[in-house]
């Protein structure tokens, strides 16, 4: 079974720059898994951010980025807002109409 | 504008049966697949499978495979998510989101707020 790996944690300073990753047990992310990324806060329902690896969803800020970085997808955050501290998940696209998310990386702006 | 509205929260006994519901509205129900996403209390999403309600075509992933049933009613733009036999694991949040799989394009673009489970005896 695929295992998508992401930090279980992360910290950042508000109007700092951040980056969370995600990775795969084995193997390398590439753009062929049209990585996506998904913000959500406490008693929400998921908000898609990122989607095909870097493109900004409807009404994202350009603060949001995504790419590939090294053998991993990344999203960074720039100029973090206190807003921003949410649980954030990738999730990869493994073909044939199969997805695999991350367990999430819970971000906090302190 | 587009929405996903789900049926309302469930409380449950172990080995009862259960359908949730996924109502589409805004764009064209036929023309996107829908999925469907666990959250066990504290934990992360997990992605469960998905349906086309063109054609009914549905896909699972293997950990779901046999243990939930996904179909779709396009005549009423409605997705669903059921149980035959419901266990005290599957006590979660499920959401729906609109999927889009299309050349280039493979991500979940809208959701639904989510229907709570709860199974307690």
């Known amino acids: 079974q695929t295992v998508v790996t992401q930090e279980p944690s992360f910290s950042v300073s508000p109007g700092g720059t951040v980056t969370l990753t995600c990775g795969l047990s084995?193997?390398?992310?590439?753009?062929?898994?049209?990585p996506s990324w998904y913000q959500q806060t406490p008693g929400q329902a998921p908000r898609t951010l990122i989607y095909?690896?870097?493109t900004r969803s409807s009404g994202v800020p350009d603060r949001f980025s995504g790419s590939i970085l090294g053998n991993k997808a990344a999203l960074t955050i720039t100029g973090a807002q206190a807003d921003d501290e949410s649980d954030y998940y990738c999730?990869?696209?493994?073909?044939?109409?199969?997805?695999?998310f991350g367990g999430g990386t819970k971000l906090t702006v302190l | 504008e587009v929405q996903l509205v789900q049926s309302g929260a469930e409380v449950k006994k172990p080995g009862e049966s259960l359908k949730i519901s996924c109502k589409g509205s805004?764009?064209?129900?036929?023309?996107?697949?829908i999925g469907w996403v666990r959250q066990m209390p504290g934990k992360g999403l997990e992605w469960m499978g998905i349906?086309?309600?063109?054609?009914?075509?549905?896909r699972y992933s293997p950990s779901f495979q046999g243990q939930v049933t996904i179909s779709a009613d396009k005549s009423i733009s409605t997705a669903y998510l059921q149980w035959s036999s419901l266990k005290a694991s599957d006590t979660a949040m499920y959401y729906c989101?609109?999927?889009?799989?299309?050349?280039?394009?493979?991500?979940?673009?809208?959701w639904g707020k989510g229907t709570t489970v709860t199974v307690s005896s």
């Open positions: 349906i086309y309600p063109g054609d009914s075509d549905t």
């Open positions: 989101a609109r999927t889009e799989m299309v050349n280039y394009y493979y991500y979940m673009d809208v």
């Open positions: 999730v990869l696209y493994m073909g044939s109409g199969s997805w695999v």
């Open positions: 095909s690896t870097n």
């Open positions: 084995s193997g390398s992310v590439s753009t062929s898994y049209y």
């Open positions: 805004g764009y064209s129900f036929t023309s996107y697949w």
